[in-house]
């Protein structure tokens, strides 16, 4: 520890959220910075570069108003942490953990790092329990897993937000007590929300059922605070699912606006850019939040991760979608044609994958014909997508009886299964559904 | 021999500390945190730091060791999980819990089990340097343990269960012999000389063994996009690679894969063998959110352990998914460096820092007359499936096969999602004519036969786009028919069934069978004679 103040007004630069601070003596990386303004306001930053006694700050808030001669920094000697209690349950943040929901702060059992610690790979458990998110097109052909991050991959103008909104209200584990007697939460991390998503948002989060925690970072915010808060998010899972046992999935929207503020900071360190201006860091940078999903082996709870992406172009190999398939376990990914055809979600289930469903699904986890029912709707599917292909240049009329049947069960299994507006389906129901449509079709044994 | 932290950033920092060598092994801060001295310069040296920065201060105390970053070498190695630094993972979970901490020494000796020394010298028999002491058994492996440095009398030795901490013999009163030896992590290892010669090395995937064979002491690289089954096929070669000793590394990959790959390797048996499939597979997981640093090393780490047992005779075989990994890491440290960076951001010397890793494959008959090999594949993720990027092309130039995973195979469900088009493989001329004497004679013939028939197909297919399959000639749609089996029931693999290991033999009896059903077809309707089913063309 640090005896005295340890304050400096040597502010040599001011650049976007950057700050150079020239002649102090000790400071650490990472540590976390209190910048007052001339006025005396405050906002936060962190060390993210020492040379000699020049030192490299990040602010998370707004840098407007500063100025060389009567601004201060002051450093704390500690690095970033998140304040942690049950009580946090049910509450609402920004994107620097201040509540925004008119209550006070809870009262901090303890404090955690918010970057974490990466989990030992041999005390990994393996994700094998399914969380029910109620859309059939994720729990009986795309299977969810406890301890799995599985993105959303959106486009823009597509209901991603509904999704979302779906997901966080309809999402389930087979039910479970656990010390606080609760078994499930949602927690909620919004990047760059305009106040109309807010609005819908919140809408949402009033009708939960189950207990959530949201930081809502809105576009008006400071964008390097979009840096900051999935770590919140994360650090506060951590604690509820290894520390009380709870199984927890994170939601977080949109991870575009996360890895723009990555670049931007990026940019305003002149730092040599990669792939579209984004920094070469980026895999390493995401994967220390989406590889804070998992479990652990004779420990209950769980982290489960959900981001949605938005592919900027449309381009799945853009890198922000293209390094988040390389870290997650799988994709769901939107459609554009089917969002046009008024399906809802707009899934589409070919290019989707979740990775980890073969151990999640079957006998004792799901139901013992869940494979085989969602084998037959994918190659089906699949078949009668490219058979739509061929009716575009060759006509129906031209077509076979089995390519007919092939074209009609797609649109069935379009209409049926994969739209289903906002009705909640359970995993029976599911594939219940799905057993009927097959049967109907000829394509499964009753 | 100690100094202090004068500038952090990213995973380096710059060190005042005179007297410090190139390569040194450094504690770093309050928090003692592993690094290697990268850079000397007039005022100051630049530290690699092998574990997180974060709250590493400015001014705190900076040691040399005197020594450089080491692999330790010896029994025990076999059936652990170690960390990119061979830290074991187990040791560490114990320590300090499921999350990982920082600055944490690795224990003196890797071994955990009990383990025997037979000894071949006795007390009072005099040594010279580098002569065998005697061998410590563990499970079909000798381990020599010789006098490293110089000789002199035994004056005291053990007999049968030891200690691995403790030393196995004193030569001179003084010296302390132990079971194990520390070596350098980026050193290769000596050897006599590398042989030419190249045997097959039986993969148990029949799309490689049959159309782009391995051979023993080869290099192949597997680069594919997001999803395109790298991973998977890594792993199942790991499983059915006939081979004595797998090292695997996960290097900056998935916590949960590696979680999934020990629960399901402890389970199962080696084909070859019937021990535990661990028995012969050492682990290196340095996952995605583990330390970047810690990620560059860990291939070094895993390539020091492989020529150990080469060196032992052992035919070796080194996974490492994914090698793009590495090359970020050694990228995201030259940037930390401020060096000036070449394409793409990577450093100028990744080729030839790639091409020396490369080289450390090969066929060698070791310093004490035995012959090992020790043989490398590589998965390589492209940034959006992109072949033309640096690190792809690189593995290009010194790969002897390439195995090109396909996005649009894969998004068809068709694993192992190898181009039987663009692949190839260097070792095919040698590595055939022994699957001909060891298999059938007719093995090479069949792969003519088969390359033809997926030739044919794709120009039919171009065909048949045109005018439709009804369009095509009676003798054309069997080609298309036999085609689609030889992809869907013999290329195809399914990783999750019985069908994930298919031993040379099986491969042989599936082929053989596809390619008689068509010659037979052929014939017969050369004859006049074929009925309409066998007409018809598998989607
Ligand atoms: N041989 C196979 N048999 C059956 N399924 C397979 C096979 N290979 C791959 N798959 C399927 O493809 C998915 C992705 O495979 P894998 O994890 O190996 O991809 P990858 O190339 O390693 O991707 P990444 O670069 O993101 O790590 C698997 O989860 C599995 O569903
Ligand atoms: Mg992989």
Redesign the pocket.
């Known amino acids: 520890m640090r005896l005295s103040e340890h304050s400096f007004s040597t502010l040599v630069s001011v650049q976007g959220p950057l700050i150079f601070v020239e002649r102090v003596i000790e400071a650490r990386m990472g540590e976390v910075v209190a910048i007052v303004f001339p006025d005396g306001s405050e906002t936060e930053g962190e060390v993210l570069k020492i040379q000699d006694d020049t030192v490299l700050i990040q602010t998370f808030g707004d840098s407007r108003g500063l100025d060389m001669d009567h601004s201060r920094v002051v450093f704390t000697d500690v690095i970033k942490q998140a304040p942690l209690s049950i009580d946090i349950l049910g509450r609402a943040f920004d994107g620097s953990f201040r509540p925004i929901d008119d209550i006070p702060m809870f009262v901090p059992d303890e404090w955690a790092p918010v970057s974490g610690r990466p989990l030992n790979p041999v005390a990994r458990a393996r994700p094998q329990e399914l969380i029910e998110t109620g859309f059939s097109t994720i729990d009986g052909l795309n299977t969810l897993v406890k301890g799995q991050k599985l993105p959303i991959f959106s486009v823009a103008g597509l209901p991603s937000k509904e999704i979302a909104a779906g997901i966080l209200e309809n999402a389930r584990t087979p039910a479970q007590v656990s010390r606080s007697g609760q078994a499930f939460v949602v927690v909620f991390v919004a990047l760059g929300l305009t106040h109309h998503e807010y609005a819908f948002y919140r809408d949402t989060l009033d009708r939960l059922r189950t207990h959530f925690v949201a930081f809502i970072n809105l576009a008006k915010d400071p964008v390097v605070e979009r840096l900051l808060a999935p770590r919140f998010g994360l650090t506060v899972a951590e604690y509820l699912a290894f520390e009380h046992g709870l199984d927890t999935l994170v939601v977080i929207t949109d991870m575009t606006n996360y890895c723009d503020a990555l670049r931007e900071v990026s940019t305003a360190r002149e730092e040599l850019p990669g792939r579209r201006g984004y920094p070469g860091y980026m895999y390493s940078d995401l994967a220390s939040i989406y590889e804070r999903a998992g479990r652990i082996k004779g420990q209950a709870g769980s982290v489960t991760l959900l981001p949605v992406v938005t592919m900027p172009e449309d381009d799945i190999t853009h890198p922000i979608p293209d390094l988040t ?2 870290i997650t376990e799988g994709q769901i990914v939107l459609g554009r044609e089917l969002h046009q055809r008024g399906i809802f979600p707009p899934v589409d289930v070919l290019p989707s ?1 979740s ?1 980890l469903m073969q151990r999640g699904i079957g006998e004792g986890r799901t139901r013992g014909d869940h494979r085989e029912i969602a084998n037959a709707l994918y190659t089906h599917y699949a078949k009668g997508r490219d058979v739509r292909r061929l009716e575009a240049i060759v006509g129906r009329e031209g077509m076979s009886d089995t390519d007919k049947t092939m074209l009609d069960f797609a649109d069935a299994f379009e209409k049926e299964i994969v739209h289903q507006g906002r009705e909640r389906r359970d995993i029976n129901e599911t594939l219940d559904r799905s057993r009927a449509l097959l049967v109907r079709f000829g394509l499964v044994q009753q | 021999m100690s100094g202090r932290i004068t500038g952090i950033s990213g995973p380096t920092v710059s060190v005042h500390l005179p007297g410090l060598r190139l390569y040194e092994r450094v504690t770093v801060g309050n928090a003692r945190l592993m690094g290697e001295v990268v850079r000397l310069e007039q005022q100051r040296a630049i530290v690699q730091v092998y574990e997180s920065t974060r709250g590493l201060g400015i001014g705190e105390p900076v040691e040399g060791t005197g020594t450089q970053l080491t692999v330790r070498l010896g029994p025990g190695l076999l059936g652990q999980t170690f960390d990119g630094l061979q830290r074991p993972l187990e040791w560490l979970l114990r320590a300090d819990g499921p999350f990982m901490q920082t600055g944490r020494e690795s224990p003196v000796c890797p071994a955990s089990g009990t383990l025997r020394f037979q000894p071949l010298k006795k007390r009072g028999e005099e040594v010279r340097a580098g002569e065998m002491l005697g061998y410590v058994e563990e499970g079909t492996f000798r381990h020599p343990v010789v006098t490293v440095e110089k000789g002199g009398t035994v004056s005291e030795i053990l007999e049968g269960e030891f200690d691995p901490a403790a030393p196995l013999a004193r030569i001179d009163d003084v010296t302390e012999i132990s079971s194990f030896h520390d070596w350098p992590v980026r050193l290769p290892r000596p050897y006599g000389r590398k042989q030419t010669i190249f045997s097959p090395l039986v993969t148990g995937q029949r799309c490689i063994d049959f159309l782009f064979p391995l051979a023993r002491g080869g290099t192949a690289i597997f680069p ?1 996009g ?8 890594e792993q ?1 070669i790991a499983k059915f690679a006939e081979v004595d000793v797998v090292v695997y590394v996960g290097c900056g ?1 998935r916590g949960n894969e590696m979680a999934e790959m020990l629960e399901e390797f402890s389970t199962l048996a080696d084909p070859y063998s019937d021990r535990p499939l661990m028995d012969r597979t050492i682990v290196i997981a340095n996952t995605s959110n583990m330390p970047v640093a810690a990620r560059e090393a860990s291939i070094f780490t895993a390539v020091a352990m492989a020529e150990y047992y080469r060196d032992l005779g052992c035919n070796v075989l080194l996974l490492a998914d994914s090698l793009s990994r590495w090359a970020e890491a050694l990228r995201e440290i030259s940037s930390a460096l401020e060096e000036m960076p070449g394409e793409e951001g990577y450093p100028t010397y990744l080729a030839s820092r790639m091409a020396e890793f490369f080289a450390r494959a090969g066929v060698v008959e070791t310093l004490d007359g035995k012959v090992g090999s020790l043989t490398l594949m590589l998965s390589v ?1 492209p940034p959006g499936g992109d072949f033309t990027e640096p690190v792809t092309q690189a593995c290009l130039r010194t790969t002897g096969s390439f195995f090109m ?1 396909d996005t649009a195979l ?1 998004h068809r469900r068709h ?2 999602a190898i181009d039987w088009f663009q692949s190839f493989s260097l070792y095919e001329d040698s590595v055939v004519s022994s699957f001909d004497a060891d298999i059938s004679p007719d093995w090479s013939e069949l792969r003519r036969e088969t390359r033809t028939l997926l030739q044919h197909e794709e120009r039919l297919r171009e065909v048949a786009e045109i005018v439709g399959t009804e369009g095509l000639q009676d003798s054309d749609r069997l080609v298309m028919s036999a085609a689609g089996e030889i992809r869907q029931r013999f290329l195809a ?4 069934t019985e069908d994930a290991f298919s031993p040379p033999r099986q491969t042989y009896d599936a082929i053989r069978e596809i390619l008689v059903r068509h010659r037979d077809a052929t014939r017969r309707l050369e004859e006049g004679h074929l009925p309409d089913e066998s007409l018809k063309i598998p989607t």
Do not use: D
């Not at chain 2, 693999?493 to 999750?496: E, G, H, K, T, W």
């Open positions: 398939g390389y994958l990775r | 594919g997001f999803g395109t089954g790298k991973t998977v096929l199942s990959e993720s995973l894969a694993f192992p693999q399914n990783a999750y």
